[in-house]
């Protein structure tokens, strides 16, 4: 079973739309999220860590529900260049680990 | 460094061929991580190290894949007789903490033709 699972999109939205993207994780030990985001040909670049009492950085605010091992990642007023490849990550096991990532999730912003 | 360091870029290897990826994480992450990224995928897990402790090989697919570390700094993946299936990105992270995220090199992108 995939231990971060995503949906693939893509979510082709217009500028100024607000989006969300769903992200769920096996292993209930798992202590430390993560949203990145990866660019064509690029490397995923860390976007913000998911807290327990939710956080916000600007237009991103991200969420964390334990209960139902879900995270998920709020854009408000989508620009152009928030178009991307969105990935969530959970560490594997406790509070140490390599993190496992998620296929990832396109998103397109169109004019 | 400032950012995580890979070479080559770009490496196209025959079928069969030994390649050997080089890694230079930031200077004081203690942890190192490697990943293969194939195309419309997301980064799987290789291997981690703990300075020059390899902790966690798990997710290396065979026993043709190597990785070392063996001053606690710079880490080099090598592949040995390498597979078409073998085609991916191949990504070096490291970082301080788990908590605190990793930084990602560039990549490597290998071509087994």
């Known amino acids: 079973r995939k231990e971060v699972e995503q949906d693939p999109g893509p979510f082709n939205v217009p500028e100024g739309a607000t989006v969300a993207f769903n992200c769920t994780y096996s292993?209930?030990?798992?202590?430390?999220f993560f949203w990145y985001r990866q660019d064509c040909r690029k490397e995923p670049k860390l976007l913000m860590s998911?807290?327990?009492s939710g956080n916000e950085d600007g237009r991103f605010t991200a969420q964390l529900n334990r209960a139902s091992q879900y995270i998920s990642l709020l854009i408000r007023d989508s620009k152009l260049s928030d178009s991307a490849t969105y990935l969530c990550a959970a560490n594997y096991g406790g509070s140490q680990g390599n993190l496992i990532f998620g296929k990832g999730t396109k998103l397109s912003v169109k004019p | 460094g400032a950012g995580v360091s890979q070479s080559p870029r770009y490496k196209v290897a025959k079928r069969g061929q030994d390649v050997a990826l080089r890694c230079d994480p930031i200077s004081g992450h203690v942890s190192l991580f490697w990943y293969q990224q194939a195309l419309g995928q997301g980064p799987e897990f290789l291997t981690y190290?703990?300075?020059?402790?390899?902790?966690?090989k798990s997710g290396l697919p065979s026993d043709r894949f190597f990785a070392e570390r063996p001053e606690g700094s710079v880490s080099t993946l090598k592949i040995q007789r390498t597979q078409q299936e073998d085609s991916a990105v191949y990504l070096c992270?490291?970082?301080?903490?788990?908590?605190?995220?990793?930084?990602f090199g560039s990549g490597t992108r290998l071509t087994v033709v």
């Open positions: 992270a490291s970082s301080l903490r788990t908590a605190y995220g990793y930084t």
């Open positions: 190290f703990q300075n020059e402790a390899q902790l966690d």
């Open positions: 998911v807290y327990s």
């Open positions: 292993n209930s030990a798992s202590q430390s």
